[in-house]
T-cell receptor, first 111, second 115 residues
Framework: RKEVEQDPGPFNVPEGATVAFNCTYS??????FFWYRQDCRKEPKLLMSVYSSGNEDGRFTAQLNRASQYISLLIRDSKLSDSATYLCVVILTGGGNKLTFGTGTQLKVEL | NAGVTQTPKFRVLKTGQSMTLLCAQDMNHEYMYWYRQDPGMGLRLIHYSVGEGTTAKGEVPDGYNVSRLKKQNFLLGLESAAPSQTSVYFC??????????????FGDGTRLSIL
């Protein structure tokens, strides 16, 4: 079983739609959680951190459910520019600030 | 701001050749990392460093060596390249973790093909 699992998609949605991605992680000792965004053939870029109480950044909302070991990302009012692959990332205990990546969920926003 | 810079951007090698990928960061970060990204596999950690002069193995270290002689530079070496090492390589850096874990900042990647 992969440590971080995501539905690879693609999710094809019309502009203006609301779309949600889920991610599950296997290690209950995971400490920190992030969503990264990766455009085609580009480097991953931090989208947002995920906090236990849930957090929002503009059109993006992240939630963490430690009991069920999943993380979600909600995108409201999708824009064409939101088309990308969204990577779920966790940091396990053990030092070194090492990231463990999911394989990513591809989003395509269409006119 | 340069951030994290990787050189070269592209390289084609023949099986058995050696090469070194260079990563440089100008953010005074303590931690540096090398990843590879393959289709359907996500990013996997090769080696990392928590400070100048120290390195450690990640998830897929075989066939690679690293060095961190200067804080700002982290080198990834392939001693004898194999076709299985064809991949996109990303370097990243982050500050030392304090009260919480820190997100990492990535370079824009090196596309390496081994023939």
């Amino acid at each position: 079983r992969k440590e971080v699992e995501q539905d690879p998609g693609p999710f094809n949605v019309p502009e203006g739609a609301t779309v949600a991605f889920n991610c599950t992680y296997s290690n209950s000792a995971s400490q920190s959680f992030f969503w990264y965004r990766q455009d085609c053939r580009k480097e991953p870029k931090l989208l947002m951190s995920v906090y236990s109480s849930g957090n929002e950044d503009g059109r993006f909302t992240a939630q963490l459910n430690r009991a069920s070991q999943y993380i979600s990302l909600l995108i409201r009012d999708s824009k064409l520019s939101d088309s990308a692959t969204y990577l779920c990332v966790v940091i396990l205990t053990g030092g070194g600030n090492k990231l463990t990546f999911g394989t990513g969920t591809q989003l395509k926003v269409e006119l | 701001n340069a951030g994290v810079t990787q050189t070269p951007k592209f390289r084609v090698l023949k099986t058995g050749q050696s090469m070194t990928l260079l990563c440089a960061q100008d953010m005074n970060h303590e931690y540096m990392y090398w990843y590879r990204q393959d289709p359907g596999m996500g990013l996997r950690l090769i080696h990392y460093s928590v400070g100048e002069g120290t390195t450690a193995k990640g998830e897929v270290p075989d066939g690679y060596n690293v060095s961190r002689l200067k804080k700002q530079n982290f080198l990834l070496g392939l001693e004898s390249a194999a076709p299985s090492q064809t991949s996109v390589y990303f370097c990243a850096s982050s500050p030392r973790t304090g009260l919480g874990n820190q997100p990492q900042h990535f370079g824009d990647g090196t596309r390496l093909s081994i023939l």
